[in-house]
């Protein structure tokens, strides 16, 4: 089991800790929904709401009925509610909200894993990305930022926070 931070007959919410895949897949056999449902045969239902990647830590939905699962689901398509993610990152960011507004382009490799990378506005693969920084306050050598997204792509905030700090030029 993880930490549950809440639970009622609807709804699971749990602290996934960074380094744990939310399903199995791409090399993973077992992630927090499998290990749920073994952790948990009694229940006759239990879904992933959204997914967290590997490497991020944070509040885990998941649904115990398919009406909660697909309201909550709803909910996020409509940005009725939404997510905020913190990221402690290296250096001092401008206290002004910075909008990143650069495609991505998701391809596979040899052995199924994807790689996400900024594209120009141009290139035809490239999906709009928006992504809102905020600073939230500078800690030592570090900024403590708040984000939010308009889009849902692929390892987005991963890859925009790279892309902000060392943009590329060209394809």
């Known amino acids: ?9 609807h709804l699971l919410a749990i602290a996934k800790p960074a380094g744990v895949a ?3 897949g791409s090399g993973v056999s077992f992630g927090v929904i499998e290990q749920l449902r073994q952790a948990r045969p009694a229940a006759k239902f239990l879904e992933l709401v959204h997914r967290l ?3 991020t830590s944070g509040v885990l939905l998941l649904a115990k009925k398919r009406s909660a699962l697909t309201a909550v689901q709803d909910q996020f398509r409509a940005r009725d509610t939404g997510k905020i993610y913190l990221a402690l990152v290296p250096g001092t960011w401008p206290a002004k909200l910075k909008v990143i507004d650069e495609p991505l382009h998701k391809t596979l490799d040899d052995r199924g ?4 990378r900024v594209v120009s506005p141009a290139n035809e693969d490239g999906r709009r990305s928006i992504t809102l920084i905020r600073s939230v306050r500078a800690v030592g050598a570090y900024s403590l930022l708040e984000i939010s997204l308009k889009t849902g792509r692929t390892h987005q905030i991963r890859v925009h926070l790279a892309h902000a700090r060392h943009p590329i030029v060209g394809d």
Do not use: M
Request: aromatic content about 10%.
């Open 22 to 24: 939310v399903h199995g």
């Open 53 to 55: 990647d590997k490497e």
């Open 113 to 116: 894993e994807r790689h996400v």
């Open 1 to 9: 089991e993880f930490p549950i931070l809440f639970e009622d007959e």
